[in-house]
């Protein structure tokens, strides 16, 4: 009896996440391992952000860029340019073509209005001409989303390269109005 009476009323009682109005307030990132929830004299435990982006694929036949609606999270601000690359590595339809799939994003640091991406890629994320060209045309529509970012240079494997992938001229940096 004892038992039925605990478990009808846990759903009763206000929870830490509700407000004194009922309503749910945003949910903070659970920690796990040995480390206490919460005190009073820890630190606050960073809330992950969401933001909705456009992110570029290419169309079935690698002809032209499709723009999807995704939603990134990141717990630091600096955080989110690299959520916004990895978008661009999964495709959200089985026609659409991840541009930037098979590349590793290595770092993305933006200093002085500049984004510097250093990227490795596998041997099976070489395109052709064209889906070179989608690639970086990919990368500009996504990057300059952000109102902070004029420019960004992009490295492969922290070099300044030519070329990604031999077909395309990459200026170093692609400038917002290039």
Request: aromatic share 4%.
């Given at each position: 009896?004892?038992?039925?009476?605990?478990?009808?009323?846990?759903?009763?009682?206000?929870?830490?996440d509700?407000?004194?109005?009922?309503?749910?307030?945003?949910?903070?990132?659970?920690?796990?391992?040995?480390?206490?929830?919460?005190?009073?004299?820890?630190q606050?435990?960073?809330?992950?952000?969401?933001?909705?982006?456009?992110?570029?694929?290419?169309?079935?036949?690698?002809?032209?860029?499709?723009?999807?609606?995704?939603?990134?999270?990141?717990?630091?601000?600096?955080?989110?340019?690299?959520?916004?690359?990895?978008?661009?590595?999964?495709s959200?339809?089985?026609?659409?073509?991840?541009?930037?799939?098979?590349?590793?994003?290595?770092?993305?640091?933006?200093?002085?209005?500049?984004?510097?991406?250093?990227?490795?890629?596998?041997?099976?994320?070489?395109?052709?001409?064209?889906?070179?060209?989608?690639?970086?045309?990919a990368?500009?529509?996504?990057?300059?989303?952000?109102?902070?970012?004029?420019?960004?240079?992009?490295?492969?494997?922290?070099?300044?390269?030519?070329?990604?992938?031999?077909?395309m001229?990459?200026?170093?940096?692609?400038?917002?109005?290039?």
């Amino acid at each position: 009896m004892t038992l039925i009476a605990l478990l009808s009323a846990c759903g009763q009682a206000k929870t830490p996440d509700q407000t004194s109005h009922g309503q749910t307030a945003p949910k903070q990132e659970q920690t796990t391992g040995s480390q206490p929830a919460s005190s009073s004299t820890s630190q606050p435990v960073n809330e992950s952000k969401q933001m909705k982006i456009k992110a570029y694929f290419g169309d079935e036949n690698g002809e032209k860029l499709v723009e999807k609606e995704v939603s990134i999270r990141y717990k630091q601000e600096d955080e989110k340019y690299s959520e916004a690359l990895k978008a661009l590595g999964t495709s959200p339809d089985p026609k659409q073509l991840a541009l930037l799939q098979g590349f590793t994003v290595r770092s993305v640091v933006l200093k002085d209005k500049t984004l510097t991406v250093d990227v490795s890629m596998s041997p099976e994320s070489r395109l052709g001409s064209g889906g070179e060209a989608l690639l970086l045309e990919a990368l500009k529509k996504t990057l300059f989303q952000f109102s902070e970012i004029d420019s960004f240079d992009v490295l492969l494997d922290g070099k300044a390269v030519e070329s990604l992938m031999g077909h395309m001229d990459l200026p170093h940096p692609i400038q917002r109005n290039s």
